[in-house]
C-alpha cells in the first residue's frame, strides 16, 4: 500500500548515542521533509530534499544530518544525541510542487 | 521568509455554533495557503487547501490576498471537529516550495 513509514515509532536512548530515524515512502514522491515538533507546539521544518542527492537545512538549526542515496528513503541521524533533542520527528513527503503533503506517523524520541 | 500566523492557541465552540480558526500570512511571491488537522492519536492530514475552492467535511477557507488571510470556517461545529488544526503555506518557485506551519489551534467543541 503506497504510505510514508516512520521507524521506530518510539524510542528511548542513552545521551551520547548515535541514532537514525528512518523514513520511508512508497508513493514515487521526488520532495521529503523532516519536522520537529514538541507536544502542543508549532512543526518546525529542519531539513528539506528535492531529489535524490539533494538536501537543504530548514527552518530550525538542527544538530541532525539527512541523506538522500535513493529516492524512496530519507533517514535522519543524530551522531551524538542529547536530552535537548527530546521531541518528535515528523517525516513527509510530497510528488512535484502545490500538492499535497503526505505526512508519517512521527518518531518520538526521548534521550535520557 | 515566509510566515504564518494563527492567533488563537486554544479555541472552545459550543457544538451547532460557527467556528472560524484564523491565520494570516506574509510572503512575498504568490503563495499556496493549506489547512492541515491532525486528530486525537492520527497522523496530520490535509483538510484543505485554497486552489481545491472545496469543502471538506463542512470547512472552507477563502484565500484573501489584500488581508493576507486564510481564515477556515464551518456554519456548525460538530463534536468530531475537536482537534488541532495547522494553518500552512508553500511557495510555488522551485527553491522555495518548502511548507511553514503556523504554531496551530486546537479547537475544542463543547457537547
Known amino acids: 500500500e503506497a504510505d510514508i513509514y516512520q521507524t521506530p515509532r518510539y524510542l528511548v536512548i542513552g545521551t551520547g548515542k548515535k541514532i537514525t530515524l528512518e523514513c520511508s515512502q512508497t508513493?514515487?514522491?521526488?520532495?521529503m521533509y523532516w519536522y520537529q515538533q514538541d507536544p502542543g507546539m508549532e512543526l518546525h521544518l529542519i531539513h528539506y530534499?528535492?531529489?535524490?542527492?539533494?538536501?537543504e537545512k530548514g527552518d530550525l538549526s538542527s544538530e541532525s544530518t539527512v541523506s538522500r542515496i535513493r529516492t524512496e528513503h530519507f533517514p535522519l541521524t543524530l551522531e551524538s544525541a542529547r536530552p535537548s533533542h527530546t521531541s518528535q520527528y515528523l517525516c513527509?513527503?510530497?510528488?512535484?510542487?502545490?500538492?499535497?503533503?503526505?505526512f508519517g506517523e512521527g518518531s518520538w524520541l526521548t534521550v535520557v | 521568509a515566509q510566515r504564518v500566523t494563527q492567533p488563537e492557541k486554544l479555541l472552545s465552540v459550543f457544538k451547532g455554533a460557527p467556528v472560524e480558526l484564523k491565520c494570516n500570512y506574509s510572503y512575498s511571491g504568490s503563495p499556496e495557503l493549506f489547512w492541515y488537522v491532525q486528530y486525537s492519536r492520527q497522523r496530520l492530514q490535509l483538510l484543505l487547501r485554497h486552489i481545491s475552492r472545496e469543502s471538506i467535511k463542512g470547512f472552507t477557507a477563502d484565500l484573501n490576498k489584500g488581508e493576507t488571510s486564510f481564515h477556515l470556517k464551518k456554519p456548525f461545529a460538530q463534536e468530531e471537529d475537536s482537534a488541532m488544526y495547522y494553518c500552512a503555506l508553500s511557495g510555488h518557485n522551485f527553491g522555495n516550495e518548502k511548507l511553514t506551519f503556523g504554531t496551530g489551534t486546537r479547537l475544542t467543541i463543547i457537547p
Open positions: 508513493m514515487g514522491h521526488d520532495k
Open positions: 530534499s528535492y531529489g535524490v542527492n539533494s538536501t
Open positions: 513527509a513527503s510530497r510528488k512535484g510542487s502545490g500538492n499535497t503533503i503526505y
